[in-house]
């Protein structure tokens, strides 16, 4: 015989109530019926639930704890039953996002804080990869969306272009390059380039934008590279949303490349139809697009 969950509303209304009949009125119920339900559950559970010696209706110690788990019981089942609701109005179960490091995580974590207050019953999970990492983990996890730097595309992608970023080529103000004037390629070459590790199992994307030279350090992501930058361990592209204060400050100085010390991109939010959105997804990515819209970069 398995526990009837409607007992444990029984106990806490009879613990509410303070006694059978009570409880019997308030539940529309003859006492006597009352009483069978809960001697029943005692028979089963093989625990006294209720001081028979009182004038009101109380708990036992052993009752107190079986009603505290019960509760817990009734509260998981509200839940699920909120969550059931929820996912028929086309809310989706999880939605997973793949984030380029290289992009600005304030607006998305607005867009997110947004999404919460709203108290939708979506996981969301979010990922940050790099460089050719982002498609490849986008497509490896079966991902609802990526928000990526560049991408392979394909017929079944949907993208949206956000707002433009803008990368500066620096160095710290005390390395070498910081004094330097019309830097060829030829003179960067000689000095260490700091830039970021692919992410992707295969590393098969090539960055166009690194120098070529022989001193080259991976690093796992653009908090390390700023801290290597800042050191002076070397030269190498920042996103200037990063940046701006060390500029301000002239901790960090534009290098003066002939070829160009800065550069734009446009990052892409990327979908498939293959995965058609769902609710969750479709409220995400219109909140991306006004936060991305607002920034101030």
């Known amino acids: 015989m398995r526990v009837d969950v409607d007992a444990f509303k029984l106990l806490q209304i009879l613990v509410e109530e303070g006694s059978f009949s009570k409880a019997a009125e308030r539940l529309h119920k003859a006492q006597s019926a009352v009483s069978y339900q809960v001697k029943k559950l005692e028979q089963h559970l093989g625990v006294n639930l209720f001081c028979r010696d009182r004038y009101r209706a109380e708990l036992t110690p052993e009752g107190k704890v079986i009603l505290a788990e019960g509760q817990k019981l009734l509260q998981n089942l509200a839940n699920i039953e909120h969550l059931a609701s929820r996912f028929s109005e086309g809310w989706e179960a999880k939605l997973e996002l793949v984030v380029d490091g290289a992009l600005p995580m304030e607006p998305i974590m607005k867009a ?44 079944n992608y949907r993208a949206q272009a956000l707002p433009d970023i803008k990368s500066v080529l620096v160095v710290s103000r005390d390395h070498p390059l910081a004094a330097e004037r019309d830097v060829s390629l030829f003179d960067l070459q000689r000095h260490v380039e700091l830039t970021i590790e692919d992410s992707s199992p295969q590393s098969s994307y090539r960055d166009e934008l690194q120098f070529g030279g022989d001193k080259v350090f991976y690093l ?61 997804g479709r409220l995400f990515t219109a909140l991306i697009l006004e936060e991305f819209a607002d920034a101030k970069f």
């Not at 920042?238 to 290098?255: A, C, G, Q, T, W």
């Open 112 to 155: 997110l804080k947004r999404m919460a207050s709203q108290q939708i019953p979506t996981k969301i999970q979010l990922n940050m990869e790099f460089l050719g990492g982002v498609q490849d983990r986008f497509e490896r996890d079966n991902a609802d969306l990526m928000l990526v730097k560049e991408y392979s595309s394909g017929p």
């Open 220 to 280: 796992s992501g653009f908090i390390m590279k700023k801290n290597a930058l800042m050191m002076g361990l070397g030269f190498g592209w920042m996103p200037d949303f990063l940046i701006n204060e060390e500029l301000s400050r002239k901790e960090l100085v534009e290098v003066d490349f002939r070829g160009g010390s800065r550069y734009s991109f446009t990052p892409q939010l990327v979908s498939t139809m293959e995965r058609p959105l769902g609710k969750a």
